[in-house]
């Protein structure tokens, strides 16, 4: 069965500290697809950024990086000198073939100025 | 590029009353879904459209909601009669088809929020 756990359900930082929201996921499927999207108060969910299964690589963009870890499923998103605008509510997800898409529970993320 | 359009943006109605919510995806999107999101969760799944057909609604409460997508574009999600627990935001995405491109994102639209009283 998939599923996908966001344990933290809100965080409070204030700006410019780094925060990590983690994601765990679960599948039968050597091949996967993970993906992070952020939800600002207007409603709309934003992509951020998709991981293929075979590809381990951490990844970074600007303030935002990934670490992907097969080895214990997690999926974490690390945002640098986080700022009042990275506000969100941020979602994780899974697919095994971009047809379904697993959903975690979310992590609000409040930054304070 | 028009993004997912969505309305309407609110909705409130008392139980037992009916409601629609419309989508118009991305043109060219061949695949559109609609998505349930109650406070504090992530997004459910209802429904799933290719093009005009359905691909999945196994988790669509049939005995009081309905979706359509006459001719493969836009598509209407209907709750008849509403419950309390229907409240909630109804989210529309759409995606490029299976061999055109598609890098699995979801492209979403602003969603409509649902208050049942």
């Known amino acids: 069965a998939q599923k996908v756990t966001q344990a933290q359900t809100e965080i409070s930082v204030v700006e410019k500290e780094d925060v990590t929201l983690d994601c765990v996921y679960e599948?039968?499927?050597?091949?996967?697809?993970l993906f992070w999207y952020k939800q600002p108060p207007s409603g709309e969910l934003v992509f951020l950024i998709r991981?293929?299964?075979?590809?381990?690589q951490n990844e970074i963009s600007g303030r935002y990086s990934w670490n992907f870890q097969k080895s214990t499923s997690s999926f974490n998103f690390t945002i640098t000198a986080s700022q009042v605008v990275d506000s969100a509510v941020y979602f994780c997800a899974l697919s095994e073939d971009f047809n379904k898409f697993y959903f975690g529970s979310g992590t609000k993320l409040n930054v304070k100025p | 590029e028009a993004g997912v359009a969505q309305s309407p943006r609110y909705k409130i109605i008392e139980k037992r009353q009916s409601v629609a919510f419309w989508c118009n995806p991305i043109?060219?999107?061949?695949?559109l879904y609609w998505y349930q999101q109650i406070l504090g969760q992530g997004p459910k799944l209802l429904i799933q459209?290719?093009?005009?057909?359905?691909?999945?609604d196994s988790q669509l409460p049939k005995d009081r909601f309905s979706a359509e997508r006459l001719k493969g574009v836009d598509s209407t999600l209907k709750i008849q009669p509403a419950k309390l627990e229907d409240s909630a935001v109804y989210l529309c995405a759409s995606s490029f088809p299976l061999r055109g491109g598609n890098t699995g994102e979801l492209f979403f639209g602003e969603g409509s929020r649902l208050t049942v009283l």
């Open positions: 991981r293929n299964s075979f590809d381990e």
């Open positions: 459209f290719q093009n005009n057909g359905v691909v999945d």
């Open positions: 599948t039968r499927d050597t091949t996967y697809y």
């Open positions: 043109s060219g999107h061949a695949t």
